[in-house]
């Protein structure tokens, strides 16, 4: 990773971790409208279009539970440890289980001990077929890596699931039995698209992740495809990362080559290089 910690020292970023009052309100609130909008859609029997809110609430949710693993959501303390309580209900999954795996995947990024980025290293379709099996070992590993205290806080989001799912079960209410199955699909997708799709055929040295410059791509997916931008400067809110797009571009173009969807067009968009 020697080419990545040469462009850290070239870039100026620390200016972006700052937020407005606004943008962290945004932040705390984004995945919830279209949560509620799903559910409205499913009582009216709008499946098809139940299924496009539901995608942008995982995708707010997983921006959301990224940031705060990152501490760059705009509150700190047990308001960020109540939100992934109730993002591990809605989503039915682990997130701080998810969370301990992760940033051991930003210390260890593509090497032998990181376990979520072995799916980088499959063929796509092992990838997309190996999903299910994927979120187990991400459980597995994040549990393993958890002190006592985040052991306490991957117990209670199990119990969250467990509870959610039986109520939904028991009182076949239309929307839980909705959200549960809608869940599982997203969930068993996370691996081809958030970590296969960012990382594969990266050399794990000079490049480690993919981004995106198509800016509608960028706008339906909450900035989560800035991936070599994260992996560069982690601490940045997904808020900014299209400003820390523009400075990379200037700066060092060469970590910005490989794209997430490569078919689509790319559009850097130039602005004054921004050097230490």
């Known amino acids: 990773m020697k080419a990545f910690k040469n462009v850290r020292k070239q870039i100026i970023w620390q200016d972006l971790r700052q937020l407005s009052t606004a943008q962290i309100a945004l932040n705390v609130l984004l995945p919830y409208p279209f949560l ?6 499913v009582s009216h029997g709008f499946y098809v279009l139940a299924c ?23 509150i700190k303390g047990k308001s960020t440890t109540f939100l992934l309580y109730i993002l591990s209900a809605l989503t039915f999954t682990s997130l701080h289980a998810i969370g301990q795996s992760h940033l051991e995947h930003h210390r260890h990024t593509l ?15 092992q990838a997309l077929l190996g999903g299910v099996l994927f979120r187990y070992r991400i459980y597995k590993h994040g549990w393993n890596l958890a002190d006592r205290t985040a052991k306490k806080q991957i117990i209670i989001d199990s119990v969250l699931v467990l509870a959610m799912s039986a109520l939904a079960m028991i009182t076949q209410l239309q929307i839980l039995i909705y959200q549960f199955c809608i869940m599982f699909l997203a969930n ?12 594969h055929d990266c050399d794990g040295h000079d490049v480690i992740a993919r981004t995106e410059r198509n800016p509608l791509v960028n706008a339906l997916t909450f900035n989560l495809l800035y991936h070599a931008e994260h992996h560069l400067f982690p601490a940045v809110p ?18 910005t080559e490989l794209a997430v969807i490569p078919f689509l067009p790319q559009i ?7 050097a230490v």
């Open 36 to 41: 509620l909008l799903s559910w409205w859609l």
């Open 52 to 74: 496009f809110a539901s995608y942008f609430f995982f995708a707010s949710a997983f921006r959301q539970g990224h940031d705060i693993y990152h501490r760059s959501l705009g």
């Open 111 to 125: 090497g032998e001990n990181d376990e979520e980025g072995h799916l980088s290293r499959k063929q796509w379709w």
């Open 188 to 199: 068993a997708l996370v691996g081809i698209v958030g970590v296969w799709g960012m990382h």
């Open 238 to 255: 997904s808020n900014h990362l299209p400003e820390l797009a523009k400075r990379l571009d200037a700066q060092a173009p060469e970590m």
């Open 268 to 274: 850097k968009v130039k602005t004054v290089a921004k």
